[in-house]
């Protein structure tokens, strides 16, 4: 009896000695960030609402005998949002490398420069006609199916980073949507001290292939974008310009576009306080799938700041502001101002 009972207790630690080493390490973070907007459209009624966004991410990641660190993560989204599990793995080397397998993304769209801009929830909303976008990376798309390859930070050159990534197709049926079939682009990234100043320059082209039943695009989604960050102390400008076509936009993603993004912005911190300050400024032709391009522009102009301030740790007091002026087919439209006041706590 004695035998028996040593022998189930040396199986018992022997099998939660083998579940804590294969038990990966999983770490939480997210914000929850809240707070009441209002909307002042040129066109039309006054509205205040509260707005909100809510993240909580699992991040888990285990290190090989090799050195080598394996990772993933999932993430819960606002409360009447499903959980978006649609990461893949990433694989980082010891030599500062890094492989993501698996709805890896666009390298072009990895090394696009953050520019300054309202850290508010506010925006006055546009037609859905309109186009025209304020983001650098717009022409970055890539299907789930793919790889992407990240360099050391000191590659080639110091300060020098790149990324390479390719997608491919997923088999699926072309429908009267149009979707992406596959991809390949490249990323850049450097970064340099000139003095007191750190420079950063990013940048990426990215070229896609896609479907829809009955028409072929007439340009496929592609395009180039870069930008520049400089940093003095605790003062930021940065500048980004971006240009290229995109398939599939609008009702029933069934138009394209030729369009181009020019973005500037600063932010200043002293001491608890945060001041940003940005300016977007968007522009694109926007035609059915197949057919010659043609039409008046679309635009999209967005003017931003915002105040934040250190309330404790984790938690930061926001008040934005955001004007807009836009146009459609070469008509104003959807012109107007919104602000925001609420807070943010993150862990």
Avoid: C
Wanted: no cysteine; hydrophobic share 40%; charged share 15%.
């Amino acid at each position: 009896m004695k035998k028996e009972l040593l022998m189930g207790t040396a199986l018992v630690s022997t099998l939660g000695a083998a579940s804590v080493a294969e038990a990966v390490t999983a770490t939480m973070s997210g914000n929850h960030k809240t707070g009441i907007e209002f909307d002042s459209p040129t066109g039309g009624t006054d509205t205040n609402a509260q707005t909100f966004d809510n993240n909580f991410t699992v991040s888990l990641s285990e290190t090989t005998d090799g050195g080598m660190t394996i990772s993933s993560s999932f993430k819960v989204m606002d409360e009447t949002t499903k959980v978006d599990g649609d990461a893949g793995f990433t694989l980082a080397f010891t030599d500062g490398s890094k492989l993501d397998l698996i709805a890896a993304g666009n390298a072009s769209g990895s090394h696009a420069v953050s520019i300054p801009g309202s850290a508010g929830a506010e925006g006055v909303a546009t037609t859905s006609t309109n186009s025209a976008s304020n983001g650098l990376d717009f022409a970055t798309a890539a299907t789930n199916l793919g790889v992407e390859y990240h360099t050391a930070s000191d590659f080639l050159a110091d300060g020098l980073s790149m990324s390479f990534s390719a997608s491919t197709d997923t088999g699926a049926a072309a429908t009267a949507t149009y979707r992406v079939d596959s991809h390949y682009a490249i990323g850049a990234t450097y970064v340099s001290d000139l003095g007191d100043t750190a420079l950063t320059i990013g940048g990426g082209i990215s070229s896609a292939d896609g479907a829809k039943t009955g028409t072929a695009a007439t340009n496929d989604t592609g395009g180039f974008h870069v930008g520049l960050s400089a940093v003095t102390g605790d003062l930021t400008v940065a500048v980004g310009f971006a240009d290229g076509e995109k398939a599939g936009i609008g009702l029933k993603s069934a138009n394209e576009q030729v369009a181009d993004v020019t973005k500037v912005g600063v932010k200043y911190v002293t001491g608890d306080l945060t001041f940003n300050v940005g300016f977007a400024s968007g522009d694109s032709t926007d035609f059915t799938v197949g057919s010659a391009q043609s039409g008046s522009d679309d635009s999209l102009d967005t003017t931003s700041a915002s105040v934040s301030y250190a309330v404790a740790s984790g938690v930061t007091a926001l008040l934005g502001y955001t004007s807009v002026e836009a146009s459609d087919e070469g008509a104003a439209t959807d012109d107007g101002n919104a602000w925001y006041i609420g807070a943010n706590m993150a862990f």
